[in-house]
């Protein structure tokens, strides 16, 4: 059995989350995967925002902050700036990281700064009641899109990848044990790593999609879910309507910490002269 | 028609009958539903408004400003942190003289983080310019709404009308409403003298304005100010008349003969009056002021309520921060301070973060400005109520 205890707030449970919510699979594996890295609890902080996804870190035993709606990223990038041996992990959503707080993730992304962000995505404002948010799909339902939803939909890991995170991966609360490799992965990485995870909200997406319930949910990502090895050989025809999972990108480039200390050493050494 | 809604649903009903040109929004606990109901009206097409679903309250809020420069009717509803995201937009609607409405749910601004009433999140806002009316209960909160917007348009300035989260935002009460078609005829079209879509006379929004006109802009804002009080009695008579329900500035409950009194907003003064009837049965002389316009500050309607009573007990659902104690107090004080005879005064800071506040403690109270009256002295004018370690 795995020790989740060691890393738990026991005395904060019952947790606020739905039954058949997926934040406790993405809770566990976040888990499994900070263990796997063997850096101890007290190296490691996780930042959260506002949203179900967030309430995450109340629940664990780290050095833990949570902040305002959409600045989980502002607030991670001062915090590991003037800490530069934590491990910072930020557990946000899909409308806390790429509707309010959009901004801070393409440039964080940009900046390439050492931290993982984990982005739970399930396609709607969950905590407020299921409003429509940047990565419900164009036609699905939601509460304030009780007729479909007019807009086209975020890609966050295509975002992630175009504003330059040199990692970045998808996957789904179905591939619960690839979830945790993703984000072991990404802590292990230098810069800014990115794990998209789709996660079933059965309470306000599923409903007025007709999805079923979280069983039927998780079923759903098992049979549309495709794998990106696979997926390079498949043709478009074939893949349309599944979701790409996998390492989607995964490459290197100076980081943020190392390339601000190599500027300071220099000035420094040249104010000497 | 009689109905059984929550604040939130009262109040999109009103914004329903009001039927905007434009709302934008986003979502936030305890406010949410009320844009969100309000969304089904837009889908559905029983109003003609057009939604915009924003990333965030600072786009909502500037969507809103946008859209009301072009002579649209314009409203939004937001909470706590969604307002205090707006706060750099709430002072350029008010300087641009756009007449946009809120409705407002008051919530507690982190941190902590919080999702339960007190009035920082409005208090906050205070000095944006903005007219703002706190309500009572949930037939309060429609009422207003409605009246917000006409008092909005005719004063040329944002307006936002406040209900205390989860206490008027999700109770159920007994609401009557307005006849559909009575609410356009009571508020008529919005005629903005200029427009940003008007291609034939074009204008102007935002320029810089610095050292030459900033100034004489500013000041016309604050004359502006100056004349919302007659505004608002003449459309709360015009509602009354109309509607058979009538408001004032400042609500006097059992005033006239009163020794000792409570000052408060918001839901409080609905728990008050039922203190104030029970303590009245007993043979006690208690009355109860309620400020239901804070801004601008009714400050002959609240000299003459306040001066009826010996002592006054101010109940405030913030502070200031300022080591001064709640705002209502120091609007007070200041009112008083050219008064020949003054209240003595002591200021309570409660329920702050959604604290309850019973009728019990509130008769508590009463019973200590009793005790004040008796010995004509305040042992500590400002203190924090029903906190732990007091």
């Known amino acids: 059995m795995f020790p989740y205890d060691k890393y738990l707030r026991r005395d904060k449970f019952p947790h606020i989350w739905c039954t058949g919510c997926g934040c406790g699979i993405v809770l566990k594996a976040l888990l499994r995967a900070i263990e796997r890295s063997k850096i101890p609890k007290d190296d490691v902080a996780i930042v959260s925002g506002i949203g179900c996804s967030s309430r995450t870190p109340g629940y664990l035993d780290f ?10 990223i502002a607030f991670a990038t001062g ?156 043709s478009d025809e ?26 300071s050493a220099r000035v420094r050494e040249a104010n000497k002269e | 028609m009689i109905v059984a809604r929550t604040g939130n649903e009262a109040m999109a009903e009103a914004m329903r009958q009001i039927n905007p040109d434009v709302v934008a929004a986003y979502p936030i606990t305890p406010a949410t539903e009320v844009v969100q109901l309000f969304s089904t009206f837009v889908h559905d097409g029983t109003v003609s408004t057009q939604f915009v679903p924003a990333e965030s309250e600072h786009s909502a809020i500037s969507a809103c400003v946008g859209a009301s420069s072009a002579g649209a009717r314009v409203m939004t509803s937001t909470s706590s942190q969604g307002l205090a995201l707006m706060h750099e937009i709430l002072f350029i609607a008010a300087g641009l003289r756009l ?33 703002q009316i706190f309500t009572e209960n949930t037939q309060e909160a429609y009422d207003t709404t409605l009246m917000a917007v006409k008092i909005a348009e005719k004063a040329l300035l944002p307006a936002m009308v406040t209900t205390d989260g989860f206490i008027i935002s999700h109770g159920m009460e007994r609401v009557e409403l307005v006849g559909d078609a009575e609410v356009p005829k009571f508020l008529g079209e919005r005629k903005a003298k200029t427009s940003l879509l008007d291609v034939d006379n074009p204008i102007t929004l935002g ?16 004359d502006a100010m100056n004349h919302v009080l007659p505004i608002i009695d003449e459309v709360q008579k015009e509602f009354g008349k109309k509607f058979g329900r009538n408001y004032n500035t400042v609500d006097e409950y059992k005033m006239d003969d009163a020794e000792v ?18 303590l009245r049965e007993q043979g006690k002389k208690v009355g109860l002021i309620r400020c239901r316009v804070y801004r601008p500050f009714p400050k002959g309607a609240m000299l003459k309520a306040v001066s009826k009573v010996k002592v006054l007990g101010i109940m405030d659902r913030a502070d200031t921060m300022s080591t001064l104690g709640g705002h209502l107090y120091n609007e007070c004080r200041s009112i008083l301070y050219d008064s020949e005879e003054r209240p003595i005064m002591k200021n309570y800071i409660y329920g702050l973060g959604g604290r309850d506040i019973s009728i019990e403690e509130i008769e508590d109270i009463y019973a200590e400005l009793f005790n004040i009256q008796k010995s004509g002295e305040v042992d500590k004018e400002i203190v924090y109520y029903g906190v732990r370690g007091e």
């Not at chain 1, 948010?133 to 509460?143: H, Q, V």
């Not at chain 1, 349309?240 to 490459?251: N, P």
């Not at chain 2, 009194?261 to 029970?278: E, F, N, P, Q």
Request: with cysteine.
């Open chain 2, 261 to 278: 009194a409570i000052l408060a907003m918001g839901s409080t003064g609905g728990t008050g009056k039922v203190a104030v009837d029970r």
């Open chain 1, 238 to 263: 074939e893949k349309a309507g599944k979701i790409t999972i996998g390492i989607l990108h995964d490459s290197d480039r100076p980081e943020f910490c190392d390339v601000y200390s190599q500027l």
């Open chain 1, 63 to 72: 050095n833990t902050l949570h902040t305002t709606h959409g600045r989980a």
């Open chain 2, 99 to 131: 007449p946009i409405v809120i409705c407002l749910v008051n919530r507690s601004l982190s941190s902590p983080i919080n999702i339960h009433c007190d009035h920082s999140d409005s208090l906050a806002s205070r000095d944006s310019g903005w007219i």
């Open chain 1, 79 to 234: 915090l590991k700036l003037a800490k530069r041996k934590l491990k910072v992990i930020v557990v946000t959503g899909d409308g806390d990281a790429t509707a309010i707080g959009g901004n801070h993730f393409i440039h964080a992304a940009r900046r390439n700064l050492d931290m993982t962000v984990i982005i739970y995505n399930n396609y709607i404002y969950g905590m407020t009641g299921g409003q429509v948010s940047p990565t419900t799909p164009a036609g699905k339902r939601s509460t304030t899109s009780p007729h479909g939803n007019v807009e086209p939909a975020f890609d966050i890991s295509g975002l992630a990848i175009a504003a330059g995170a040199p990692f970045v991966a998808r996957t789904t609360c179905y591939h619960a044990v690839q979830l945790d490799k993703y984000i072991n992965k990404g802590i292990m990485k230098k810069g800014f790593s990115v794990v998209e995870v789709l996660t079933p909200c059965p309470t306000y997406y599923a409903r007025p999609n007709r999805l079923g319930n979280a069983v039927e949910m998780l079923e759903w990502y098992k049979n549309n879910s495709i794998q990106i090895e696979v997926a390079r050989n498949t």
């Open chain 2, 207 to 222: 320029a810089l304005d610095l050292q030459d006109y900033f100034f004489e802009h500013k000041r016309s804002e604050i």
